[in-house]
């Protein structure tokens, strides 16, 4: 199983996805361990990947480029062919590790979690294919592939938000979540047409070179990237597209563990970060890129402050920290982003399945009905306090190492690092009133609180090995357990070998953040713990800021009014104009101006026979008239 | 001018003539008087034609017992004796008309060029050859007409006859 | 073994049926049933084996070739005056096999009609036959009376099978839209008799063999007048902005099969005319007119989706989608250039069997609730599940979702537009998001949500149905995955329509 | 057959036609009575007539076709005049007219 076999991967849970919708219902178990084992078989190949990897690692050292391999799919002779292929280098690898592990672990905690549910079959139907797609976005060696998966991990997450689809509320939000992106979409495929229009291929690698070879036009190229960003912008929610992401938890918890935490909204990362130098050739993409992000991580952790579901805070965490990722490639560290989006991963699955236990326990998902289940399920409070601080950023979890890579990163530009500094503590604040409110305090809703146990090992196991990553996962910014893996130049050498990045852990910054963190930490802890009446007194201080965070800032009541006054109302005119004018005039008339016509001339028939003949007699005269002159 | 041209002339006058009392003659019955005379000149004419079979059966059926039929027609359709316009609202335009097209007619018989003698040299057709001809060579034609006749006679009696409780 | 037989077999089998059922008393409702499901199984085999058995990248352009004289050497008309010359190219290929796949589906979906259903089967074999004619025919005149055949049965089967429908705005009686249909198409079709004269006449050759008049060239002033005669007469076919109000209306009055044939194949129909007659007969007006043809594409392509937008009445809306989707046919040809044509005719065979489906599905829901508003239901995919899901995949196609049909010709005509066009081709794209909109909110309206008590009573698909409708999405899978076989066909063809670029 | 030398050119005969007919038009534009309409028909056969046999005597004697011809006219005048007879009298019997004018059912 080398490399170049990687194709494999999407096919096997592609073909689970075929034989489930096929055959689910006949199956036993509605096919459940046809998807599992699929996912599991991916996870297999996936190491076996990355050992081939590391051996070409081994060999090739720096000159290693990655491998490709690709089949026609399409061929207009002459004009056009269209490829799809793969192509595996250090992000391919880094993205395959957590879309295999996480979807790994999401599916047997699935086992537990959607148990009894009415559509089993169709739901392990469809995260076969959301890997698949997944898997096949993350190899794509070329846009159109890449498009192709983009499109179709969109569909899966519709499909996934509006599960419950007896909901109004998850039928809307699948909607919603499915245009939102969809409008980004429409810029990444403007954007891989302008491209393809320019140099002639589809080629992510062929493209990148052309482009720094300076073959494509200063205009094209600066349409193309921000057209490509907002298509990642979109599925990455970053602000303005960031308004589906939180109404996304209408879908299954391990659902938006997997798809909204873990992969399928980094894939914006992932492209961007595939991309970056195509970015860095145009005058201000990076300074957008930064800008985009700085704006995204303030704005969701305000709002992720005074959310009161318990998912729809990790969702604005979620937001948050792709934020970061995304001011992380704004400066130029892919390293740092990427090292965070690995980390990422396995914290907030943690965080999302931690959720879904309580979920699954409880069903309720409002912190105010929520606390005192330490003692019930203590599993899942330690899990989740561990992804709940890692998010934080305390020291020594996963998410201080990624995050402090990207402070680190931050240093050279002031504005930007102090604004990340500023939601330090935010961040840190509203995980632990997460955090505080579920597990700690008297339990607000007692008799949910009696029937509260915790899940069975298919769910408990998952969250103790996402646990254990989390603790672990960020050493692997020191070179020297890159090295201990197998991988000859440490984690940053890795990710990014054409931009080698050595880990230098700034003793000062590390300090400064784990302050604010601890600011943060200590403030929710009094507000929430010591001193219960502070937030109460405090909301009365702050009502218009906390109207305006709870609120999201207007921003979905304004897409809506944009939508309901404006889009709808365009529509509802042209369908007017459309019947009025186009048909009942521009249609019906004629045929009504050739009625009256009718009506006209029915008026020469006298009914009297001598008029009749006089009429024919003039015929034959003027006939004959026109034969003489004709003749003449 | 031969004599053969003057009494031309003269059956022509008397066609036309004949012709003009039809159509304007105030009393319908004087018109039928006058359309005899226009078909006995026309019998003229067929006999100056050399055709003298033709001439007799235009005497007989036509200036005989067509002319008779209308004058039947005339008199049992005949309303009543308050003197009405013969003449109906469009004759200017049909003087027009009908003069445009006698004069478009003229002149194309006129101004075209027609085969056959110069000098009118006509070729008289004989009773024997007419007759042979008509009962071999057109004798289906012949047959036809017949049964036109036949099926015009049974029609005319249909439509004519008076129905029960009418 | 490439024998003309197999198209003559096409247009001969169902007018053979429709012969057949006229003696088949309508007493045995089953047994016209019967024949009519495997009259049209037997010609989506013949389709299925035209379509695959025609060989790619051969020396003739026109493969199954099959010449009978029938009237040569009088008055103006000389040697093969009139020939019954049948033959496809990959074009042809395509779309016999989608006349093939939509009539075996249509009249599996038409086994639940009970009214006179002798005499539907009777006028829908015409109409197929009227059908395949077209796409097979390479003389003029035989064209256009396929051409003819295939729309003047729509008349009957919409005014006596149709329904007629009151909306709170207006009302739509089946007569006005059958008479409209008719009367528009009809209109439309006196342009393409003026041209197809007029170029008889001009090339002087006395013949109204295609091949022979493709090797003619027109003088140049000559194809640019007579070009637009083509370009909307078979445009209109096609639902070409301002035209097109027949198309949404008559489907709408028009019973399931009828629709499903209507806007999957017969609309293919004028933009086939338009390759066939314009393109290839007029390059020259062809390059001419383009910019004009494209830009009322692209009104297609963006009112239509609005329009659509706007609708509450499931065939209105699918109505107009085919408006907006058949707007993307005629960028693609637009185009002129072999990426973009190619788009063109995949979304042809694409939109036909999608559209076909989105029309059979409204009718499995029609039939049992007597109502089209989708206002009116909620959550149905508990009902029906089968349903909804068949219902899904078509919307989802109809927006472009990649491993569906859609997918791949959209993505074809959107290159060949970027290519000469690129602002239009990003009104093109939006329109394709605005699809989505209106697709979404559709299914969220009527398939999700709260289930609405009143439809208790609607069953899930009949095996019939259902058969018609796998049938129909196994099609937009094979291409929506391997379209290699339409592409190569295809292409292959494409590039040799003079003035391809 | 024989010929015969009259000096009479063929135009002559033409044009008594020509007159006959037109004025025959006249007569059946202008007259009320449908009798007398009749009548100017009987006119306008008799022109054709005349032309017909006018040219099988100048110009192609040799089938006799215009002699048959206007023999046929005289056949179908007949049938004609006797049909024509027949609905004037079943319209006079209906209608206590004979006035074509009168008689505008058929209109608008």
């Not at chain 1, 880094?94 to 089993?120: E, H, I, N, P, T």
């Not at chain 3, 015409?126 to 003819?148: K, Q, R, T």
């Not at chain 4, 079943?90 to 074509?100: E, F, I, L, M, P």
């Amino acid at each position: 199983m080398g490399m170049s076999d990687a194709w494999l991967l999407p096919l096997l849970p592609a073909a689970a996805f075929v034989a489930l919708t096929l055959l689910g219902p006949y199956l036993p178990r509605r096919g459940d361990w046809i998807a599992v084992g699929a996912i599991g078989g991916v996870f297999v190949l996936t190491l076996l990947i990355i050992a081939d990897f590391t051996d070409a690692l081994a060999v090739q050292g720096e000159a290693f480029a990655g491998v490709a391999n690709s089949i026609q799919w399409l061929e207009v002779p002459g004009h056009l062919e269209l490829r799809l292929g793969i192509h595996v280098d250090a992000v391919t690898i880094v993205m395959l590790a957590v879309v295999s592990f996480v979807g790994l672990m999401v599916q047997v905690y699935s086992l537990g979690y959607m148990k009894g549910d009415s559509r089993y079959g169709w739901y392990y139907a469809v995260i076969s294919l959301f890997i698949a797609s997944m898997l096949a976005l993350v190899l794509a060696d070329n846009f159109l592939l890449l498009y192709f998966a983009w499109e179709l991990v969109g569909i899966c997450s519709y499909l996934l938000i509006g599960h419950y689809s007896h909901l109004r509320s998850a039928t809307e939000a699948a909607k919603k979540a499915f245009i939102t992106t969809r409008l980004g979409d429409v810029g990444l495929l403007i954007a891989i047409i302008l491209l393809w229009r320019e140099t002639g291929t589809f080629n992510i690698q062929e493209v990148i070179a052309a482009a720094e070879a300076g073959q494509i036009g200063t205009e094209i190229l600066t349409a193309s990237v921000v057209l490509l960003l907002l298509g990642a912008m979109g599925k990455s929610a970053q602000f303005p597209f960031h308004v589906w992401l939180p109404d996304a938890m209408e879908g299954p918890t391990p659902v938006s563990a997997l798809i909204h935490a873990a992969t399928m909204v980094v894939a914006g990362v992932y492209l961007v970060t595939r991309m970056l130098p195509l970015i860095e050739l145009v005058a201000g993409g990076p300074e957008l890129l930064l800008a985009i992000g700085l704006l995204t991580v303030f704005l969701s952790a305000t709002m992720g402050l005074v959310m009161t579901d318990i998912k729809r805070v990790i969702a604005y965490s979620t937001i948050n920290s792709l934020g970061l990722m995304f001011v992380a490639l704004g400066v130029g560290a892919p390293a740092a982003a990427m090292v965070y989006l690995f980390t990422h991963a396995f914290f907030k699955a943690l965080l999302f399945l931690g959720a879904g236990s309580v979920i699954h326990a409880t069903e309720r998902q409002d912190v105010s009905q929520l606390g005192g289940l330490w003692s019930k399920m203590p599993i899942t409070g330690v899990t989740f306090a561990i992804g709940a601080l890692s998010m934080a950023g305390l020291p020594f979890l996963a998410g201080f190492w990624a995050k402090d890579e990207i402070l680190v990163s931050l240093l050279d530009n002031r504005a930007a690092f102090v604004l990340v500094l500023v939601t330090l503590p935010l961040t840190a604040m509203y995980m632990t009133r997460v955090l505080i409110l579920t597990f700690f305090g008297e339990p607000r809703d007692p008799e949910s609180h009696e029937h509260a146990h915790e899940g069975s090992p298919f769910m408990t196991v998952p969250l103790i090995l996402l646990a254990a990553l989390t603790l672990v996962s960020g050493f692997v910014v020191f070179d020297q357990v890159g090295k201990a893996m197998g991988f000859p130049g440490g984690i940053g050498e890795i990710i990014f070998l054409e931009r080698a990045h050595s880990f230098e852990f700034d003793v000062a910054v590390g300090i400064g953040s784990t302050l604010l963190v601890a600011l943060g930490i200590a403030t929710a802890w009094f507000a929430w713990v010591a001193r219960p009446s502070v937030p109460a007194r405090s909301l009365a201080l702050l009502r218009p800021v906390h109207d305006l965070w709870a609120n999201k800032y207007y921003l979905d009541d304004l897409y809506q009014a944009v939508i309901d006054r404006v889009v709808l109302s365009i529509a509802r005119v042209v369908a007017w104009f459309d019947r009025n004018a186009v048909n009942d005039t521009g249609v019906d008339g004629p045929a009504y101006a050739t009625r009256y016509a009718g009506y006209l001339m029915k008026f020469q028939q006298t009914g009297k026979l001598p008029n009749y003949a006089l009429g024919m007699v003039i015929g034959v005269v003027t006939l004959a008239l026109v034969a003489f002159s004709l003749k003449a | 001018m031969t004599v053969a041209q003057i009494i031309f002339y003269l059956i022509a006058a008397l066609a036309v003539g004949g012709a003009l009392g039809v159509v304007l003659a105030r009393n319908a019955v004087y018109a039928a008087l006058f359309l005899i005379l226009a078909l006995l000149a026309v019998a003229g004419v067929y006999i100056l034609l050399g055709s003298e079979f033709l001439a007799l059966v235009q005497v007989l059926i036509y200036a005989g017992a067509i002319t008779v039929l209308l004058l039947f027609a005339l008199m049992l359709t005949r309303t009543t004796d308050v003197a009405e316009s013969m003449t109906g609202a469009q004759w200017p335009l049909a003087v027009v008309v009908s003069m445009l097209l006698g004069g478009l007619l003229i002149v194309t018989v006129t101004t075209s060029d027609w085969p056959g003698d110069a000098d009118g040299t006509i070729t008289r057709i004989l009773f024997e050859d007419l007759g042979a001809a008509l009962f071999t060579q057109w004798a289906v034609p012949f047959e036809i007409a017949s049964l036109v006749l036949f099926v015009a006679l049974v029609g005319a009696i249909v439509i004519a006859r008076e129905e029960e409780g009418e | 073994m490439q024998t003309g037989y197999i198209l003559l077999a096409t247009i001969a089998v169902p007018l053979i049926a429709a012969a057949v059922l006229l003696a088949v008393p309508s007493r045995y409702p089953n047994v016209v049933r019967a024949f009519a499901v495997a009259v049209s199984f037997a010609l989506f085999g013949l389709s299925l084996y035209a379509f695959f058995a025609y060989q790619i990248a051969q020396v003739e352009q026109y493969q199954f070739d099959l010449r009978w004289t029938w009237i040569e050497n009088i008055g103006m008309l000389g040697e093969e005056g009139i020939t019954l010359h049948l033959g496809i190219d990959g074009i042809g290929a395509a779309m016999v096999l989608l006349t093939g796949i939509v009539t075996f589906a249509g009249a599996l979906i038409s086994w639940k009609i009970d009214y006179r259903n002798k005499d539907f089967f009777i006028l829908f074999f015409v109409l197929v036959a009227g059908v395949f004619g077209v796409f097979a025919s390479l003389d003029l005149f035989f064209w256009f009376f396929f051409y003819e055949l295939a729309v003047l049965p729509m008349y009957l089967l919409i005014a006596v099978w149709g329904s007629s429908s009151v909306f709170p705005t207006f009302a739509r009686t089946k007569e006005y839209s059958a008479m409209k249909l008719t009367l528009v198409l009809v209109g439309a079709s006196v342009l393409i008799f003026v041209g197809i004269f007029a170029v008889f006449v001009e090339a002087g050759l006395g013949t109204f063999d295609l091949p022979t008049l493709y090797e003619v060239e027109f003088d140049e002033d000559f194809q640019k007048i007579v070009f637009p005669l083509f370009l909307i007469g078979c445009g209109v076919l096609a639902g070409l902005w301002p035209f097109h109000t027949w198309s949404p209306d008559g489907h709408v009055a028009a019973p399931t099969a009828v629709s499903m044939l209507h806007a999957g194949v017969l609309m293919k129909l004028g933009a086939f005319g338009i390759i066939r007659l314009g393109m290839q007969l007029l390059p020259e007006g062809a390059e001419f007119w383009m910019p004009a043809l494209i830009t009322l594409g692209t009104i297609n392509v963006v009112y239509g989706a609005i329009s659509a937008m706007a609708q509450t009445d499931f065939k209105y809306m699918v109505g107009y989608s085919s408006v907006s989707h058949m707007g993307y046919v005629l960028m693609g040809l637009a185009t002129m250039n072999a990426v973009g044509v190619n788009g063109a005719v995949l979304q042809m065979f694409s939109h036909g069997v999608m559209t076909a489906l989105m029309f059979a599905m409204v009718g499995v829901l029609y039939d049992q609730a007597h109502t089209r508003d989708m206002r009116a239901f909620g959550g149905l995919v508990k009902r029906m599940p089968h349903f909804v899901a068949f219902f899904s995949i078509a919307g989802l196609a109809s927006l472009g979702l990649p491993g569906l049909s859609g997918f791949v010709a959209e993505f074809n005509i959107f290159l060949g537009i970027f290519r000469t066009y690129p602002a239009l081709g990003a009104l093109a794209i939006l329109g394709a998001a605005i699809t989505a909109v209106y697709v979404l909110r559709m299914m969220a309206q009527a398939f999700f949500g709260p289930a609405n008590e009143k439809w208790e009573h609607l069953k899930d698909m009949s095996r019939y149905e259902y058969a018609g409708g796998a049938l129909l999405i196994a099609f937009m899978f094979l291409m929506g995955v391997y379209p290699s076989p339409f592409v190569d066909r295809i292409a292959d063809s494409v590039l040799r329509i003079p003035g391809i670029g | 057959m024989e010929a015969v030398t009259q000096q009479i050119p063929l135009e002559h005969f033409l044009a008594l036609s020509a007159i006959l007919f037109s004025l025959g038009i006249y007569g059946v534009l202008t007259r009320r009575n449908a009798v007398l309409i009749l009548m100017s028909v009987e006119l306008m056969l008799n022109a054709a007539s005349i032309n017909m046999v006018a040219f099988a005597a100048y110009a192609s004697p040799e089938l006799f076709t215009g002699m048959i011809f206007a023999i046929f006219i005289i056949t179908v005048a007949a049938a004609e005049v006797g049909l024509a007879l027949a609905i004037i009298l079943r319209v006079y019997r209906n209608r206590g007219t004979a006035n074509v004018d009168e008689v505008s059912d058929l209109k608008w």
